[in-house]
């Protein structure tokens, strides 16, 4: 099975841009979520989304938004982009029963910010 | 909400040495509790996971963590460390209620001296 994609792998933006990126999960898998990895805050949830509806939100300001389309790909936008914003962004596939799931991570996409 | 510490950002063994990275949790009840590696540029790696029964769980490249419920604890151990374990290594904790959102602890760097 191929595992998680993630496009574009890197991704250099200015401020007050906006961004889409992009996670194609294993066949099969109806759950993906979205991870923010920085130095200093580390791994942090962003949201999950299952059969196409947001099932969980972590404490990102509404400038950071997803979906999830009837194939489970899904894309996260962050728009008006900010410094703070430039990190490692991770998505993570199920098979969506929850708790105890076992998730796999893509490669991430690395963004930046300038 | 549940959090994760993980006491140690650096750890420094010699090859062929034993090694044990500490995880602390917090969650009211039965927590579903997770470890992951993350080599260099890449995205992260179930090593192994708890949910139920045995408190020794078994998992990848010849791993083992403990749960310790009295010690809200799930310590990862391996007997002999190969130059090739050389990661950053996450803990991270789930609940039965929150889907697929998983909290993660700081993470643990480890090099390994030949």
């Known amino acids: 099975k191929a595992g998680v994609t993630q496009t574009p792998r890197y991704l250099i933006k200015t401020r007050g841009q906006q961004v889409t990126l992009s996670c194609s999960p294993i066949?099969?898998?109806?759950?993906v979520s979205w991870y923010q990895q920085t130095p200093g805050q580390g791994l942090q949830f962003l949201f999950e989304?299952?059969?196409?509806?947001?099932?969980n939100k972590g404490n990102f300001p509404g400038r950071f938004s997803g979906r999830q389309f009837s194939n489970s790909r899904s894309e996260m936008n962050v728009s008006t982009l900010e410094l703070g914003d430039s990190a490692l962004y991770l998505c993570a596939s199920s098979s969506g029963t929850g708790g105890a799931d076992t998730q796999y991570f893509g490669p991430g996409t690395r963004l930046t910010v300038l | 909400a549940q959090s994760v510490t993980q006491p140690d950002i650096h750890i420094t063994v010699s090859e062929g040495a034993s090694l044990e990275l500490r995880c602390n949790y917090s969650?009211?009840?039965?927590?579903?509790l997770f470890w992951y590696v993350q080599s260099p540029g890449q995205g992260l790696q179930l090593l192994l996971k708890?949910?139920?029964?045995?408190?020794l769980v078994q998992g990848i490249k010849g791993f083992e963590a403990e749960f310790k419920r009295s010690q809200s604890s799930f310590n990862l151990r391996k007997p002999s460390v190969h130059w090739s374990d050389a990661a950053e290594y996450f803990c991270a904790v789930g609940a039965a209620n929150a889907g697929n959102m998983l909290t993660f602890g700081g993470g643990t760097r480890l090099m390994v001296k030949p």
């Open positions: 066949s099969g898998h109806r759950s």
């Open positions: 969650y009211g009840a039965t927590p579903y």
């Open positions: 989304y299952f059969s196409e509806t947001q099932r």
């Open positions: 708890y949910f139920s029964g045995d408190t």
